[in-house]
């Protein structure tokens, strides 16, 4: 399941740059995770680094985009495939 960033998020600017699919972007208040793009890192890292870095654990399962490990490995393989055809 993709992840997202709750209103407790204090846009420290931590995050986006650990997200391996550049999944995370500086939303109009807070920042905000594209589902379409997370992975929760599978196929990149063992654990979400969002989550490791965020000093409120603010980021959260998203209940709305619920995919289990394999599906989150066929998306890596999708944007991995879109990436370098680019």
Same mark, same amino acid.
Request: hydrophobic fraction near 30%; charged fraction near 25%; include cysteine.
């Given at each position: ?8 998020? #204090? *846009?420290? =600017?931590? &995050? ?8 995370? /972007? @500086? ?5 905000? #995770? *594209?589902? =379409?793009? &997370? ?8 654990? /979400? @680094? ?37």
């Amino acid at each position: 399941m993709a992840l997202f960033i709750t209103e407790e998020c #204090i *846009n420290c =600017d931590i &995050c986006e740059p650990e997200c391996p699919n550049a999944a995370i /972007s @500086q939303g109009e208040d807070i920042y905000v #995770i *594209n589902p =379409d793009q &997370c992975t929760e890192c599978v196929g990149h890292y063992e654990t /979400s @680094q969002c989550v490791e870095v965020c000093p409120v654990d603010c980021i959260l399962a998203d209940p709305n985009c619920q995919e289990t490990p394999d599906e989150l490995l066929k998306k890596y393989q999708k944007l991995i495939k879109h990436a370098t055809a680019a």
